[in-house]
């Protein structure tokens, strides 16, 4: 639980990040999000899923692989979608200075060019979130599905969405190689049950 849903005390560490987005009475949303991308093995299939369920998601984009794929970064907001920065070089902030790492994300900003910032592995140093958040603002996650796990199979997958999915969270899939085992099982059925169970989707802070 410790790494699909990030405990309070935890986010209360992190006061200038967004974990949730609080929900009106009535109100059943849920934020699907995809970290890692584009890539030209998975993005345009996901793309072409998403429009089938008629999706709209925020997808958090390695200023490299925008850098590579100009084509998939214009396609994904072609399509309705939000994009947001997930620096040039997917960064481990705790392994960087603050220097570095605002240097990598300010270079994938020239790509990207948006307002909305997550950091890779969920983790960053207080400094580094503290300059960031003067200029964008930083999306964590309610849930991660854990997509990226070669530990895990599909059903786990969609076990994690359906235990810990409520109303407002952000939830995190992977537009990457290492999701691409469970990704297109898992996500069609995560979908389906949260239509099941009432749940709208929608951008981030759009």
């Known amino acids: 639980m410790l790494i699909e849903r990030i405990p309070e005390w935890l986010r209360k560490l992190a006061k200038d990040a967004v974990f949730m987005i609080p929900q009106r009475e009535g109100e059943k949303k849920v934020y699907l999000t995809f ?31 925008v850098r590579k794929y100009p084509e998939l970064f214009a396609d994904v907001k072609r399509r309705g979608h939000r994009v947001g920065n997930h620096t040039m070089h997917h960064l481990q902030g705790l392994r960087e200075s ?86 297109f099982e898992a996500l069609p059925k995560s979908i389906e049950w949260l239509m099941e169970q009432g749940y709208k989707f929608d951008v981030l802070f759009k």
Do not use: C
Request: glycine share 6%; net charge neutral; no cysteine.
């Open 98 to 183: 603050k220097d570095a790492y605002l240097a990598d994300v300010a270079d994938a900003d020239r790509y990207i060019g948006s307002d909305l910032f997550r950091p890779p592995h969920g983790w960053m140093k207080r400094s580094q979130g503290k300059e960031l958040s003067a200029k964008y603002r930083i999306v964590m996650y309610d849930l991660v599905t854990r997509d990226y796990s070669k530990h895990l199979d599909a059903g786990d997958v969609f076990d994690n969405v359906k235990k810990y999915a409520r109303p407002g969270s952000i939830i995190v899939f992977h537009d990457s190689l290492k999701s691409l085992p469970r990704l």
């Open 35 to 65: 970290d890692d991308g584009p890539i030209p093995e998975v993005t345009p299939r996901l793309l072409d899923l998403l429009d089938s369920y008629g999706i709209k998601a925020t997808f958090f984009m390695v200023g490299d692989n």
